[in-house]
């Protein structure tokens, strides 16, 4: 079960001081089931106590509207970027701006993007046709590329939102085994 809390009109009073309020872990990712909700706040450069204080208010407004468990961070730019922070890809990669209600890295013009390579040479003749039909879809029915916004590079490559990767990960892993996984981002125009 998703908490897809970016594309809900919450309503929440934060500061000037607060550069962006981010979802992101197993909450956005399809498929997980989540015990709770993780959330960053990303400060400007503001003092520790009082980063906590703000945010400690935005998570009980997000409590008070949703009933569920909330789990906050806080960082200000500087410390998020320091290399010592273990959360910042999983944030940068996964995690969608509930300000914004888009991923937080295109706050920087990145579009995380997940790309999935395999190869079909091992397959017998059914496996494949499984294969396509499981990605492009059959008799009317969406395949995941359709269903699920993924686009087809070139054969043997797709590329999908990083939200849907457990989704395509647990259909691929039915049919084969020789796939490869590689997080990108792509730069916006």
Same mark, same amino acid.
């Given at each position: 079960?998703?908490?897809?809390?970016?594309?809900?009109?919450?309503?929440?009073?934060?500061?000037?001081?607060?550069?962006?309020?981010?979802?992101?872990?197993?909450?956005?990712? +399809?498929?997980?089931?989540?015990?709770?909700?993780?959330?960053?706040?990303?400060?400007?450069?503001?003092?520790?106590?009082?980063?906590? #204080?703000?945010?400690?208010? $935005?998570?009980?407004?997000?409590?008070?509207?949703?009933?569920?468990?909330?789990?906050?961070?806080?960082?200000?730019?500087?410390?998020?970027?320091?290399?010592?922070?273990?959360?910042? +890809?999983?944030?940068?990669? @996964?995690?969608?701006?509930?300000?914004?209600?888009? @991923?937080?890295?295109?706050?920087?013009?990145?579009?995380?993007?997940?790309?999935?390579?395999?190869?079909? #040479?091992?397959?017998?003749?059914? +496996?494949?046709?499984?294969?396509? &039909?499981?990605?492009? /879809?059959?008799? /009317?029915? &969406?395949?995941?590329?359709?269903? &699920? /916004?993924?686009?087809?590079?070139?054969?043997?490559?797709?590329? $999908?939102?990083?939200?849907?990767?457990?989704?395509?990960?647990?259909?691929?892993?039915?049919?084969?085994?020789?796939?490869?996984?590689?997080?990108?981002?792509?730069? +916006?125009?």
């Amino acid at each position: 079960m998703t908490y897809k809390l970016w594309l809900k009109k919450l309503k929440l009073n934060y500061s000037k001081d607060v550069f962006d309020i981010i979802q992101f872990g197993s909450s956005v990712i +399809e498929g997980d089931t989540p015990n709770d909700v993780d959330i960053t706040v990303v400060f400007q450069k503001i003092p520790l106590k009082e980063q906590l #204080n703000q945010a400690q208010e $935005i998570k009980n407004q997000l409590q008070e509207q949703l009933n569920i468990p909330i789990h906050i961070n806080v960082f200000d730019l500087y410390s998020f970027f320091d290399k010592g922070n273990f959360a910042k +890809e999983s944030i940068l990669f @996964y995690g969608r701006s509930l300000i914004s209600n888009d @991923y937080f890295s295109k706050k920087f013009d990145l579009n995380p993007k997940l790309q999935i390579s395999y190869s079909l #040479n091992k397959l017998q003749k059914k +496996e494949k046709v499984m294969f396509h &039909y499981l990605l492009k /879809g059959k008799k /009317g029915k &969406y395949g995941l590329l359709r269903k &699920y /916004g993924g686009e087809l590079l070139n054969p043997g490559l797709i590329e $999908i939102a990083p939200e849907h990767e457990k989704i395509f990960l647990n259909a691929i892993t039915e049919i084969t085994k020789d796939f490869k996984i590689k997080k990108v981002f792509l730069s +916006e125009p």
